[in-house]
């Protein structure tokens, strides 16, 4: 995932996988590995996703994190990934996490982030097809979705070239038309950005 890109307007848009559409799990590059998660991962996470702009300070990341090991945090270690560079440094970490954005909780990917020193090497892609497969694993409300916005128009590329689409639909917040509308202002940043 790359940075959010704050110079276009903020647009939330969802898309949806529909079910077994992970056909290959990627491996990591060499160099780096999966790890599992220990508390010497929490600043390292938080500083992580504010890098990548998903969170405007160190505070905001702590209290998201430490709302998610208190709500679940047995469920947090099994279900989000870590990724470790040579140096033993967090290079990137993703997710699948219960969302509100329906009727009912349910899965999604969540809080996608890869260093930028580490980007474009295929880590986010191996996360992304291992989060997909787990998804799979387990006996969950299909299809997988996630969150997304317009400034993030790089990782949206990076979804769709993995089978997920735009979801069109009235969600929290959204209804149909205000789904679609932002949808469209997306894909024309998409468009003029090359993505």
Partial sequence: MTKLDSSIPYRKVLMVLPKKRIERVFDLKEGFSYVPFDDDLFEPWCALQTSVNLFSSMEQARDALTAMLEKDRAFFETHFLFVKNEAGQLAASAGLWPGCDFDEERLRVHYVACDESCQH???????????????????????????????????????????????????????????????????????????
């Fill in 121 to 195: 090497q295929g880590i986010a892609r191996a996360m992304l097809t291992k989060l997909g497969a787990m998804y799979d694993s387990i006996p969950s409300k299909y299809p997988l979705y996630l969150s997304t916005q317009s400034q993030s128009y790089g990782a949206i590329a990076l979804y769709a070239s993995l089978g997920f689409t735009p979801y069109l639909g009235a969600y929290r917040g959204s209804t149909r038309e205000q789904s679609e509308q932002a949808w469209e202002e997306t894909t024309r940043i998409l468009k003029e950005r090359g993505a």
